[in-house]
């Protein structure tokens, strides 16, 4: 059905229902990969804080006398703490909250808008009126989820064209050109 031009409002319902599930999924996938980013983040400061934090005396006085080894350490223990600092400047673990709620609530939807279609598929007689109310019971949850979306320092152009990409592989052929 993707394939051909809407002729009825069966077509109709079931292109629109596309759309919207696709809009849904490109945003599911974005809030995980900004996820999976703020969580290396926020683990690769917590080692490097906990290492050079619990590390540092032994290190220090068993060092110290070495120049050598006692500027690395000065460095790793300076890139530590600028790390701590930007953890809690950028409020990295709010962040992390935020995106996984927000992704949480896309892949309910998604998967509610999936399920839809794959009612329709099963039965292409299906009421149109009923199933029309349930399409804008899935707009209103996607505006809702919509509104919840913030502008993060991560999510580049380079960043959402990588999404895409990826969305564009999984639906493959779903996806009218």
Not at 35 to 48: A, G, I, L, M, P
Not at 88 to 114: C, Q, S, W, Y
Request: overall charge negative; hydrophobic content about 40%.
């Amino acid at each position: 059905r993707e394939g051909s031009m809407p002729h009825d409002a069966r077509d109709e319902l079931w292109q629109t229902t596309f759309e919207t599930y696709y809009d849904v999924y490109y945003y599911e996938l974005l809030e995980e990969k900004l996820v999976r980013w703020w969580q290396r983040v926020d683990e690769t400061t917590k080692v490097s804080v906990a290492l050079t934090a619990s590390a540092s005396a032994l290190y220090g006085w068993s060092i110290w006398d070495r120049p050598y080894f006692s500027t690395i350490w000065g460095v790793l223990a300076g890139l530590a703490a600028l790390l701590s600092i930007t953890h809690a400047a950028l409020a990295v673990p709010g962040r992390l909250n935020d995106h996984g709620e927000i992704k949480r609530r896309f892949a309910m939807l998604r998967t509610d808008l999936e399920t839809s279609r794959y009612r329709m598929r099963i039965n292409p007689d299906f009421p149109v009126p009923e199933f029309t109310q349930e399409f804008v019971e899935f707009r209103k949850r996607y505006s809702d989820c919509v509104q919840l979306l913030k502008d993060d320092i991560l999510a580049l152009d380079w960043f959402e064209r990588k999404v895409q990409a990826t969305l564009d592989e999984r639906l493959g052929e779903q996806i009218i050109h």
